[in-house]
């Protein structure tokens, strides 16, 4: 068959002491979207990579509309009309909507880049992916689901055949990705090819036509979308898996984080709840509802006006992060490239961070110890790398995500905040996450959750908070949480006429 606008066949590339290709066949036909599935360490990106002209295959062959497709720079690919949404976006944040859209190729008049006609021609594009954003504004200002949509839009505007989008749901809220869904039928409609890489199963019947699943840098199988999750799964992992959610409850004991009246005028008000040791709080809400600014008034990270921070009874001092970090808070951040992780560092490092003190002997660094405990952790957490020493900004996304869990985990933090935890994360690797969030709270640790992804939140949580607009507007245990009852609190225009968390039933005991 020709009528494929893209195969390859046999794509193999090689980094220092890791295979990400090993031989990957793949192929595309205009108007459908294909999704490309597998773990965390795969090779999903790095194909699209070799599709976009950001790195050379070793060996292999890429066929474009029939004939061999050298792809050798970003500028060959769009030539061909592929176009690639990263997992890292590629936009300039200093620049303006519309001068990010003509990044490049602005219209000119007399020689001049024409602004006007630039910012005309943007909101055109804008309007067809139907994003809320002035031309005028700027990229750092519009928060990543419009940016997303504004990348959409750059691609629409070189004409390309061909959209790859690695992972863009994973930083949509619902909505969103209902939106996204919508403009990727419409392209379809018009006979663009789609590739389309999530870890969200669920996403793929309503999205996709095919999928091709990738292990270990090998395409293994090709299969219709309908394909029922369990079998996606098994096809990915290369086994079953039986839980998705292995909560294992523990005895609640005392409380050990007690949030009372927290406010930040303006951004969260009257925030009041406890977490007891032992227990798993899901903190859910919408984009916005204020979540994460939350925790990171809890871990000092941020100041707050008024209430209190307590730990094991001891009030912490805002705005101060070392001292949370004393009294053994952990925050796990959302945004792992800018608050999480130090790119330049190798894993190992990036483990050790806030574990120098634990390891140290006598006032020495204790690296043998040091790297026992790393190593310990990367393999619980299944980290795909060349070794300890690999630089963590050349790790996968995934893999990128578990050395930020794993370096939390390794400090022993008493109560953890969790803030999108397992984002970018495979099904197999949440799994593991989940049983070493199990380990913590057998051993009296406490845990704050803040998740989008509802089923995780339902699935792992002891009780679930909802916040909505800066406020928390209910409560609910372990067994009313249905998804149905935490959005409609997600949804409550204003908590005031709910009932109040600090005056809930755990407090009766349901330990
Ligand atoms: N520039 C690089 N240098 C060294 N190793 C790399 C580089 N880029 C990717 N790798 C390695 O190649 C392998 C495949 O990575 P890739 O990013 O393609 O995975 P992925 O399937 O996209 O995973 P995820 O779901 O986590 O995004 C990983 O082991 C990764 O560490
Ligand atoms: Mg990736």
Redesign the pocket.
Known sequence: MTDEILRVRGLRKA????V??DGVDFDLRPGEVHVLL??????????I?ALSGA?RPDSGRIEVDGSPADIRSAADAERLGIATIY?EFNLVPELTVAENLFLGRPPRRFGLVDRRAMERAAAELLARVGVDASPRARMADLGIARMQMVEIAKALGRDARVLIM??PTAVLTAGEVDTLFEIVGTLRERGVAIVF?T?HLEEIPRLGDRVTV?RD?RSVAEVPADTPEDELVRLMVGRPIDERYPRERADAGAPLLKVSGLTRDGVFEDVSFEVRAGEVVGLAGLVGAGRTEVARAIFGADPYDRGTVTVDGAALRGGDVHAAMEAGVGLVPEDRKGQGLVLGADVQENLGLVTLGPTSRGGIVDRSGQRDRAAGIAAKLNV???GLR??AG????????KVVIGKWLLADARVLILDEPTR???VGAKVEIYRLINSLTASGHAVLMISSDLPEVLGMSDRVLVMARGRLTGELPADEATQDAVMALALAANGTEHEHPERSEYEDGDA
Request: no cysteine.
């Open positions: 980094f220092p002491g890791v990400a290709l597998g773990e965390n360490g795969a090779g999903k990106s790095t194909l990579k790195h997992q690695d992972e890489i870890h990738l840098g795909r790398m060349a690999q630089e050349t790790l996968s996304g995934g893999n990128q995500q970018g994360i495979d």
